[in-house]
Every structure is written in C-alpha cells, then in structure tokens.
C-alpha cells in the first residue's frame, strides 16, 4: 500500500511540474504580445514628436485595441494629443472632422483612468494642461473662424463643443470661472442668427439666470430684453413676469420693461383702468418721456371714442381731456413732436364737427331753437380756431422740410385735409386753394 502510494505522489509531481512549465511558456507568449502592442504606444508618441500625424494616428488606434491597453492612462492620454493634432491639421481634419471630439472623449478617458492611479494626471500636469487648452481653444477659434464667415450654424456647433471643454475643466475643478460668458453668448448669437430661436433661449436664458451685466463687445440689455420678448411672444406667461423682473432689477431705468408691461395689459376691450394705471405710473417715473405721454394720450382718447359696446364710455368727456393734457405735457417735453401737436389739432377738429352735427339735431324753428342752431356753428368755429395752430405746427415743420419718410408724408396730408376742411367751412377759398396746391404737391415736394 505505501509503495502504491509513494509511486502515486511521485507521478502527481511530475504532472504538476509539466503544468507549470506551460503555464510559465503561456505568460512569455503574453508578455511578448503585450510588448508589441506597447510598442505602438511608443511609435504614435515618437511619429507625433516628429510631426507625422497620420502614422501616429494609426499606431495609437492599434494599441486602443488592445483590451489591456484600453485599461492604460496614457493610451488615451496619447491619443488625446494625436487627435488635437489631426484636428488643427487642414488637410487630416477634413478627413476627420470629428477628432477634436475623440480627443475630448480620449481625455475624459484619461482623466477617469488616471484618477484612479497614484500618479493621478501626472502627464496632463506634466503638459501643464496644454491638450485641453487645445480643445477648448480650438473650439472657440474654429467658432469665431465660422461666425466671422456667416456659417452660424457651424459657430454654433463649435461654441456648443467649446462650452462643453469649458465645463468639464469646471467640473474638475481646473478652473473658477463659473460660466464662460463670451463663449455663452456667442453660442447664443449664432443660434439666434441661424434661426434656432429656442436654442438661443437656452444660451441667453444661462447668462441670465447668471445675473451676467456684461460682457466683451455686447450689451448685455439686450440679451435681457431678448428673452421677455421670446417669452411673451410664445404666450409663456411665467417665463415673461420672470425675465421681466430680471431685468427690472438690473437695468431699472431702462423704460422697456414697462412698454412690455403695458403690452400685457393692453386687452383691447373692456375695463382700461388697470392699463391706465401703468401709464400714469410710467409717466410719473419717466416725465421728460414724450413717447409715453404721447401714447397714453391715444390710449385715452381711443377708448374715450369706442363704441364697440354701442355707446361711448359713460366718462368719454373727462377721458378725452385728459388725452389733451398728455399731448399737451408731450409738446412740451418735445416741441418738434408733430404727432401730438396733429393729435391736439384733431381732437380740436372733431369737437367743431360734432358740434356742427348737432345743429343738424335741431329741427324746430322757433328762436330758442335758431339761437342753439347759432351758438353751436359759433362754437364749432372757435374749435376749429383752437385746431389751426397745431396744424399750422405741424406744416411750419414738415412742410419746410425737404424729402419726407412716408409717414411723415402721410402727417402732413392728413394735415393740409383737415386745413382745407376748415377753410371750406370758414369760406375761405383762398386759404383753402393754397392748401390744396400744398396737398397735391406734397409727394413731388418732398
């Protein structure tokens, strides 16, 4: 039995011996392969240095297929630069227009290997970081190279990839920058510019939800002011009261945020009393404003004459006086401003005219009734006398003028009509003749 046994654990020996042989040949086959593969890592690191991209970039993507070697920092981290290469390259980048993207993804790569290491990123901090600035400076360049060229939508793409660079270094904490403000905006302008409205509200939306005032060769209002009229014109209500408060509290006197106000409450129909409020408030704040004077004085005078409910508004008189105390107040403010002195002439005007129509209302012909017949006519001339300076205002300044816009044109025709009018009615006719040669001539005159 102990022989039978010895002999047993003699042959158990030499088996395990022979399989320890293979298995050692095994580990030496393995080794040799995995020093070919590492060898293309250092062929791609030494075609590079010599400038010669293509090769190096077929070196690094044979290592890259090596399982072992996918697992080694620095095979990403060499084709990060290989890459950045092929992307400044003009010939090898329109082969590859993507590798400035590989060479992002490559770096991501690096970085998640490397952190595990105990050497961390040793051969991004030896480069102190150059493959990244590279990646992000390429981007940019390329983005403005595009946008200067009118190719918008090709900025956009490469500010998108210059802002993705720029938050992965936030990310990892290799920069403070919170935001990357020029790159934002510009990624914004050329969204905006390519037509990509909803993807330019992203990018303004970041930079004010930042609270960002300003920035290189912009004005940063308008950004503000862009978003509360992409919202408001999308009927996004909450977004609109948000941007608007934004930018309220940022630029105050600026008089855009209450136009806009004044947009929202602006029904059309209905009570005006909540819109009439705002202007008063507006022109309380802005008094040397003759825009704002000028348009609540319409404001006030259309709805002191609407007659959509069938009758005008029971308090149509004190409405329209007030209209005459904002054209009045927006004259003053701007002596020049001929739409409001025309305004003041027509309200004027149309009084005289309703008070003509209203002798037509009395039939009778007893003399209390010729006396009103006569009181009215009398009155109805002392309005139209109360009408001609303004016109007469409105012809010193534009009819002295040499070529006119078109609406400018329009002011001083509608003007020279109700002059003729009042002429006829005053019997007048050489007043009236003068007028209309002055009304036939506008458009070759001016």
């Not at 970039?57 to 920092?73: F, H, S, W």
């Not at 991501?108 to 051969?123: C, G, V």
């Not at 704040?285 to 005078?301: A, M, Q, S, T």
């Not at 409105?394 to 400018?408: A, P, R």
Request: glycine residues 6%.
């Amino acid at each position: 039995m102990n022989v039978n046994q010895s002999k047993f654990h003699g042959d158990l020996k030499k088996t395990t011996l022979k399989l320890g042989k293979r298995l050692l040949l095994t580990g030496l086959i393995l080794a040799a392969g995995l020093s070919v593969w590492a060898q293309n890592l250092d062929k791609a690191r030494d075609l590079l240095k010599a400038n010669k991209i293509a090769e190096a970039k077929t070196e690094i993507d044979k290592a890259l297929t090596v399982e072992k070697l996918q697992k080694n920092p620095e095979s990403w981290y060499i084709k990060t630069k290989v890459y950045n290469a092929i992307a400044v390259n003009d010939a090898l980048k329109i082969q590859y227009p993507d590798a400035r993207a590989q060479a992002m993804e490559s770096l991501k790569k690096y970085t998640e290997l490397a952190e595990k290491d105990d050497k961390k990123l040793f051969l991004l901090q030896l480069d102190a970081f150059k493959p990244m600035n590279d990646i992000y400076q390429g981007y940019f360049q390329d983005g403005a190279t595009a946008y200067n060229a009118a190719n918008f939508a090709g900025a956009l793409t490469d500010f998108i990839g210059a802002l993705k660079a720029s938050a992965f270094m936030t990310i990892k904490g290799w920069t403070t920058m919170k935001i990357d403000t020029t790159c934002t905006l510009y990624a914004g302008i050329s969204a905006e510019k390519a037509s990509k409205r909803d993807t330019a509200a992203i990018y303004y939306g970041l930079l004010v939800d930042a609270g960002i005032t300003s920035a290189p060769s912009a004005n940063m209002i308008e950004i503000y002011k862009w978003l509360v009229d992409y919202y408001n014109t999308k009927k996004d209500e909450a977004n609109t009261r948000k941007y608007l408060s934004f930018g309220k509290a940022k630029f105050p006197d600026d008089p855009f945020w209450l136009t806009m106000e004044l947009d929202n409450l602006r029904t059309g129909n209905g009570n005006k009393d909540s819109l009439f409020a705002k202007y008063q408030e507006i022109t309380d704040k802005f008094p040397k404003n003759h825009l704002f004077l000028f348009n609540y004085g319409v404001e006030l005078y259309q709805y002191a004459n609407d007659t959509s409910s069938g009758k005008r508004p029971a308090n149509s008189d004190e409405l329209i006086q007030k209209a005459k105390v904002e054209f009045t107040k927006c004259l003053e403010v701007n002596p020049d401003y001929v739409q409001a002195a025309l305004a003041l002439g027509q309200i004027s005007y149309n009084e005289g005219i309703d008070m003509q129509g209203q002798t037509k209302l009395i039939k009778g012909s007893k003399p209390e009734d010729i006396k009103k017949r006569s009181e009215l006519r009398v009155a109805a001339g002392k309005k139209f006398d109360e009408a001609l300076p303004y016109f007469e205002k409105v012809d010193q300044i534009l009819g002295s003028k040499g070529k006119l816009k078109m609406d400018e044109k329009k002011t001083l025709k509608d003007t020279y009509d109700l002059m003729i009018t009042i002429y006829d009615q005053k019997n007048l006719k050489d007043k009236s003749d003068a007028f209309t040669t002055k009304y036939n001539n506008v458009d070759k005159d001016h």
